[in-house]
């Protein structure tokens, strides 16, 4: 959560960027528009008088989000004003995005084995899981179509200038295969080395299989594993947590690195892609959430004054995590029977972020545009088909879609390099998709009630009741 703000330092702070940047905004209109011949040391130190001040104001504020957005300022102007430099900062974004691949196989075995086996007793549960599985998979697969058809119209990675050589020799290139031997390769023959070699679709299918397999044990045979499988998922958030301290650092170099290789002008493009993903979002939320509610006679204003608060925290942590006991009592409020809250509100986390399913499927067009590759519709759909398996099961984490987005880019041959061109803004893309995470899942708890005729028979709780309305 954020903390309070100390006053006096943050209005030192507020004025101390205020007066910098429209310093500096004078001083270039003079000297580009008035014929002012201004020394470019100036103009370079009122630019950092207003970082100072942003510098500033993330100490008081005490927020990584903060210090995130801080650092992408930071990165920008350090790698405009020393280029030279700022390509060495590269190591630093190499470190955290190596960090950051340490958690693929362990965050998605954990969550999809306790998704799966957590709810053995079929009998009990295994129509609204059917039900609920269904509606995630149609829901996040139009996601997925969305995020497709706006990359491709916005076309945000034409244009893109690409590092030197050195910089993408590490990026292999797989011989071209066939339709047999993509489909052998969904399925592992040796676990430790799927993991090993980062086979993101090898580890989902392993882990799908070992979770029904584990439902199918006795409670007394089960538990044990499935307490290993529980305390693995909450010892990769923690794991995912101490690294996302070093993200301001990270980040910061990823964009001073690209800033300093190709110039602000690679600003326009991470301009394009954010607006991409804002507009697709929208078109989600208006032309599928949206109907589904009215189809499903969600009351439209009761729900949205219900979720106003746990959608605030997703968007300020950027984490749904963060968000879930809120989302799970607002939805019990408005007349949710407790049960099936609890049943796919959790099962939601893993199976339905529309808008990280949505973002994937974006993102991933936007690394080969960036790199001139030309996918087919083929190509896509079968990225598509792949996001399907690869993006269920991710926890609701800050930045956990970077986790499959790197899977996704090795599994298709694509190269790294322009996942360091979206680290620079993924703070501000994963606000709105976390966000649309929280809708999403809040309202499938309402559709699932109400499909199941169970939607306001439910009677909260004084304490719910209370907490929802103050």
Not at 344 to 363: C, E, Q, R
Not at 368 to 374: P, R, V
Not at 382 to 391: E, N, Q, Y
């Amino acid at each position: 959560m954020i903390a309070t703000l100390p006053s006096p330092l943050k209005r030192v702070s507020v004025l101390v960027t205020l007066a910098g940047f429209a310093l500096a905004a004078l001083l270039w209109a003079g000297n580009e528009y008035a014929g002012l011949s201004i020394p470019a040391a100036v103009l370079m130190a009122a630019r950092w008088l207003g970082i100072l001040g942003t510098i500033g104001y993330a100490v008081a504020r005490r927020s990584l989000t903060t210090w995130i957005l801080v650092s992408m300022v930071v990165g920008a102007e350090f790698g405009h004003d020393w280029p030279a430099v700022a390509s060495n900062a590269r190591i630093l974004s190499l470190i955290f995005l190596s960090m950051i691949k340490t958690i693929i196989a362990p965050l998605l075995f954990g969550t999809l084995v306790v998704g799966i086996a957590g709810h053995p007793d079929l009998k009990k549960v295994g129509r609204l899981g059917i039900k609920s599985l269904i509606y995630f998979e149609v829901v996040t697969t139009v996601a997925l179509f969305i995020g497709l058809a706006a990359i491709n119209l916005s076309r945000a990675g034409d244009g893109i200038v690409q590092p030197p050589a050195s910089q993408t020799a590490s990026v292999a290139k797989a011989p071209a295969q066939s339709a047999g031997e993509v489909i052998l390769h969904v399925f592992p023959e040796n676990i430790a080395k799927s993991v090993a070699e980062g086979k993101v679709l090898q580890v989902v299918v392993f882990s799908i299989l070992f979770g029904i397999a584990l439902a199918l044990l006795s409670e007394a045979k089960r538990k044990p594993m499935l307490n290993f499988a529980e305390s693995l998922t909450e010892t990769m958030f923690k794991f995912t947590n101490i690294v996302m301290y070093f993200a301001p650092i990270g980040v910061g170099a990823a964009i001073a690195n690209t800033v300093g290789h190709s110039g602000l002008g690679i600003l326009v493009n991470l301009g394009k892609l954010l607006a991409t993903l804002y507009a697709a979002l929208t078109v989600f939320l208006l032309l599928v959430l949206l109907p589904v509610a009215l189809i499903a006679r969600v009351p439209i204003k009761k729900f949205a004054r219900a979720i106003a608060e746990p959608v605030s925290i997703a968007f300020a942590t950027t984490s749904s995590e963060a968000a879930l006991p809120r989302a799970m009592e607002a939805m019990e409020a408005i007349g949710v029977p407790r049960p099936i809250v609890a049943f796919v509100m959790p099962t939601g986390y893993s199976f339905n972020l529309d808008g990280s399913t949505l973002y994937l499927s974006l993102a991933t067009v936007f690394i080969a545009q960036a790199a001139n590759i030309e996918l087919t519709l083929g190509q896509q759909l079968v990225i598509c088909f792949t996001l399907m398996l690869t993006s269920k099961g991710v926890a609701g984490v800050p930045r956990a879609t970077l986790v499959i987005l790197l899977g996704t880019a090795a599994s298709f041959n694509l190269p790294e390099w322009p996942i360091f061109v979206i680290l620079g803004i993924d703070e501000l893309m994963d606000m709105a998709r976390t966000s649309v995470n929280v809708i999403g899942n809040c309202l499938a708890t309402v559709v699932m009630a109400r499909w199941e005729g169970e939607f306001g028979k439910a009677h909260p709780s004084e304490a719910v009741s209370e907490s929802i309305s103050s």
